[in-house]
């Protein structure tokens, strides 16, 4: 073929093909960045409702609590008084008690954590006796606290039945729920007994993500019960045990009312007044909301520092093991 109609047979596209291809690649283009654009906004927009329903039934009621912490009562109702109101609960013994009963609450807080922690341990290596733990453990969850507190009232009155068996053994008679200085512990273990089973629930769902390999092998090198719950347990349910210690935190701290309420009343003498207890005399039976809300505040700020404080400690530990 002569090289002149070798060239002559190559012609251009035309102009409106190439203007058509061109177009398809820009729309492409644009579909392209859409979708990209879409999935970014997308977890956005699925936790939008979840954060809307926190700021304003959460975040907006603390900062108005807040605020009227800083108000007055009664006559000064309405009116600013700066940090009378905190100075104030500083000056109440029986607000200067609830905070210590909040530091042994702190104190007891590894018990109420490790107790579930040990049960769910047993169920997940079939120990003997697992089966009963697996049967028994959730039933005291489902029970009201009005019904919990009843039943050991009758259990721990100075003539009931646990003195009746301590009794033989020389122990007694204790008056479990009239001695200040035993009814808090008493009402805390009554509460830990209530509610072990909700946590529980989650160190099993967290054994459910440990790796098995890890203990066959612990068990091949002859590892005893104490040694693979320290070196494996422990260090690959280290998030578990976080949120379990946060979230008995905050039942131990607001969850007790039901329990003071039938069991003690705040008694004897004030021993067993917890922060929610004051802020509902305050609010309830004195008519002092501002002093209220500022015993609230109080408790908040205790519970965010307690937390943010036990999770520094308990990632440093994880980091350790």
Known sequence: MPIGNAQSSVRPAPAGRTD?????????????????????????VLVAPAVLIIVVLRLYPLLLGVNFSFTGDGARDGTAVGVDNYRELLADPLFRTALGNVG???LLLPVAVAIPGLLATFIYLRVPGHRLYRSVYFFPAV?????VGAIFNLLLAVDGPLNSLLGPAGVGPIDWLGDPDIAMFVVVGVHVWATFGMSLVVFLAGFATLDAA??????????????????????????????????????MLTSMFGLLFVMTSGGPEGSTYLPEYYIWIQQGQMNRPALAS???TVLFVIMLVVGL?????LSRAGREN
């Open 143 to 147: 029970l009201s606290p009005v019904i």
């Open 214 to 251: 890890l203990l066959d092998a612990a068990r091949v090198d002859g590892a005893s019960l104490a040694q693979v719950i320290r070196h494996v347990i422990v260090p690959g349910l280290s998030r578990t045990i976080q949120f379990v210690f946060v979230t008995t935190m905050i039942g």
């Open 294 to 296: 500022a015993a609230s």
């Open 104 to 106: 042994w609450l702190v």
């Open 20 to 44: 058509a291809a061109t177009d398809r690649r820009r729309t492409g283009a644009t579909r392209a960045a859409g979708r990209l654009r879409s999935e970014r906004l997308a977890p956005y």
């Open 309 to 313: 404080v036990q999770i520094k400690l």
